[in-house]
Every structure is written in structure tokens, then in C-alpha cells.
């Protein structure tokens, strides 16, 4: 072979990844599309789902409705035609049902089956279930929700119809490229009741009991079964409180250990409503918290602070040869009318100046580019 040939051979095949964090496209979000759930709701102050759509009216204006299945992404499909990716990933914190068996937690999300189409509207490859809302319909309102998205083709990671399902990671073939593989898992740092897990005869989620040395091993075991040459492997996790930027120290050694024992090229955090800090970890992509991307919170009081309004969508590259970051970009947006629309200057200003605060502690900065979107340096960022 010869030295053009070898180049080639040996050259980067760069696979590119769209990560986001908790799409809720349940309760309001469900009530404005085309066929909505009973809006009839078991919560101690609202009663019916049609109202978080008042809330939203009243703060920022009338809803169409019955808005088309793409609606909700508003802006995010410029972004997404504008940055073409190889998978699309979402943390889907709501379940597909049109079952009554609803888990008494306070706060329980659906939509129905009929309204999954949104998610195709988007084109999203692969939905992680691992999370503390998959089950709030019980696991009727889980296997309703395995079937819709089988049915539309959408691959699932992070909970199933028994325990070798929920544990099984989604891989997804990149023709020419390799694979993306996907893991979830569901800690009890998040809300998930641990009689959520998943049994060898029972559905459920893919529980993550704890932080420690025994559970990276079993991951990095679990990832060693299934890697082929050329794949990037993603470890989705619900972990953490809804609000704060702390990082706590357990999260952090766990995601240093999911790189160096279970060679993932990124760990994917979500629970927080708002975004939090990112590092890279040897080459390699820790997001801590991503946010919420969609929900129905408009018009609800509290944690202002943290403007859990504003959206980030994460695009990142990887070379399929060594699994390594080759570069990442963000995009802010603003949830209003349940849509994803364009954040203002000050907005992106402001997501741009907090993302630096946070990840400096990392040697990780954050800067706004031209275009409106943010980018990231670290000192290991050689070929960036």
C-alpha cells in the first residue's frame, strides 16, 4: 500500500452527534397538538393540562392550536438542517400513552401515542428513557411508549420490557462511518423510585443504584461486549437535582471513570432544568447538565435566576478512529409558546458568560462566535 493510500486509510472519519437535554412533550406541550391525552391531571394545584397552556398565554401571548407536529421545534430545525448530523439524540422525559394507571409522585407527564409524530419531525434517531418520568403511567404507560416509538422507528436505550432490554444500548450504523452506541441509565439522584428497575420478568428502567467502582467496571463490561472498531459510545445519565450548578465530586469520578475504563467518548447528563458546566476529559465530552430543551413551564414562578427558559442544543464531532472530540458547538434558543425560538443578543450573552463561569474550573472556556453560537477551548484542544 502507499503512502496516499495509507493517508487515506489512516484519516480522520469524523461522526457528528446532536445531544440535547429533557424533551417534556407531555401535559401542556401534548394539550396543543393535533390529539391530546384526557387533560384531566393528579396534581395537588393544577387539574387539567389545558391549564400550563393559560400560563403560557398568559406570560408570552396565544398558542396556536392544533399546532402541526413540527411546531415545537420551532428554530431548532434551521439548526438542525444547518448542522447536519449523523444521529440525533434526545432525553424523552414524558410518556407515550393514553393510559390511566398514573404513578401518585405529584407530577406525571404523557402524550399521546398519536402526537409521537413531533419527535419524527425532527428526524430524532434515538430516544434515552432512562429517567424519573418515563413510568409515571405506570408499566402499561411504558410498554405504550416502547411500542410508539418502535413503531415509528425511533431507536430506545435505557429502559425496556424487562432487564436485558433495558440494559441492551441503541446502535446506530453510520453508513461509511461506523456506529453510535447508546447507553442510559436512570439514578436515584434524580427522583427515580428504585421499584422502577427493570427485573428479569418485569419492565422498567435501566436503574443506576450508585456512583461506585463496581458500577463503572460493570458499564466498561457492558461497553467492551459491544464495541466494534470505529464506534463512539455515549453514556446517557439522569442524574442530580432539578436546580444548582454544583458538580459533586462522586459525579464527576464516575464520569472520569466512564472515560477511562469504559472508553466513552461521551458521558450525557441531564435532570437540571437549566444547563451546567462542561469538561473535557482527555479528549472526550462531559456534559453535566444539558436542560430542559422543551417543556411547559412558561408563566411558572421561581429559579428565575437560572433561566431555565433558555435551550442549548449540543453539536459535536467525533473521530470514529480514536473516539476523540474533534470539535463541538452550541446553539442557545428560547422555549416561548412551547416553541424553540431564537434567543435575543443579551440571552446568548448572557448563556455564553455563565457556560465560561462554570466550566473554567475545568480549564474549559466559552466564547460567543459571529454567527450567534457558542464555542469552546481547553488546553488539550491541539487540532480544535
Given amino acids: 500500500m502507499n503512502a496516499s493510500a495509507l493517508s487515506k486509510l489512516n484519516a480522520p472519519r469524523i461522526i457528528r452527534v446532536f445531544l440535547c437535554g429533557d424533551v417534556m412533550t407531555g401535559r401542556g406541550v401534548d394539550q396543543i397538538l393535533p390529539q391530546p ?76 401515542p398519536e402526537n409521537a409524530a413531533c419527535l419524527t419531525a425532527a428526524a430524532i434517531d434515538c430516544c434515552v428513557l432512562g429517567n424519573n418520568h418515563v413510568l409515571d403511567w405506570g408499566r402499561a404507560g411504558l410498554l405504550d411508549t416502547l411500542a410508539t416509538l418502535e413503531r415509528l422507528g425511533i431507536e430506545t436505550a435505557g429502559a425496556g420490557r424487562d432487564q436485558t432490554q433495558a440494559e441492551r444500548p441503541a446502535a446506530l450504523e453510520i453508513e461509511g462511518k461506523g456506529r453510535v452506541i447508546v447507553f442510559s441509565f436512570a439514578s436515584p439522584t434524580s427522583g427515580v423510585p428504585p421499584n422502577w428497575a427493570a427485573t428479569p420478568t418485569a419492565a422498567g428502567v435501566n436503574l443506576l443504584r450508585d456512583f461506585t ?96 427558559d433558555l435551550a442549548l442544543m449540543y453539536f459535536a464531532g467525533f473521530d470514529s478512529l480514536s473516539g476523540d472530540l474533534a470539535d463541538l458547538e452550541l446553539a442557545p434558543l428560547q422555549i416561548r409558546r412551547f416553541q424553540l425560538v431564537r434567543a435575543s443578543s443579551a440571552d446568548i450573552g448572557w448563556m455564553g458568560r455563565m457556560l465560561d463561569r462554570e466550566s473554567r474550573r475545568f480549564n474549559v472556556r466559552v466564547a460567543l462566535k459571529p454567527d450567534g453560537r457558542l464555542s469552546l477551548s481547553w488546553p488539550d484542544a491541539a487540532n480544535f
Fill in 37 to 112: 391525552c384526557d387533560p384531566h391531571l393528579h396534581e395537588n394545584y393544577v387539574r387539567s393540562a389545558k391549564g400550563y397552556v393559560r400560563l403560557a398565554e398568559q406570560a408570552n401571548g396565544p398558542i396556536p392550536a392544533p399546532a402541526p407536529p413540527a411546531y415545537i421545534w420551532g428554530a431548532a430545525l434551521d439548526e438542525l438542517n444547518r448542522t447536519p448530523s449523523d444521529a440525533r439524540i434526545v432525553n424523552l422525559e414524558t410518556s407515550i400513552t393514553r393510559s390511566d394507571d398514573y404513578i401518585p409522585k405529584g407530577i406525571n407527564y404523557r402524550m399521546s
Fill in 213 to 308: 467502582d463496581e458500577s463503572i467496571a460493570r458499564i466498561a463490561d457492558q461497553a467492551a461486549r459491544v464495541r466494534q472498531p470505529g464506534d463512539v459510545i455515549i453514556a446517557s445519565i439522569h442524574w442530580g437535582p432539578n436546580w444548582g450548578y454544583e458538580i459533586p465530586e462522586e459525579q464527576r469520578s464516575f464520569a472520569h471513570g466512564l472515560v477511562d475504563q469504559a472508553k466513552v467518548s461521551i458521558v450525557h447528563g441531564h435532570s437540571s432544568h437549566h444547563a451546567k458546566a462542561i469538561e473535557i476529559y482527555k479528549n472526550r465530552l462531559i456534559l453535566y447538565g444539558c436542560g430542559d430543551f422543551l417543556n411547559d413551564y412558561e408563566g411558572i414562578s421561581g429559579y428565575e435566576d437560572f433561566r431555565g
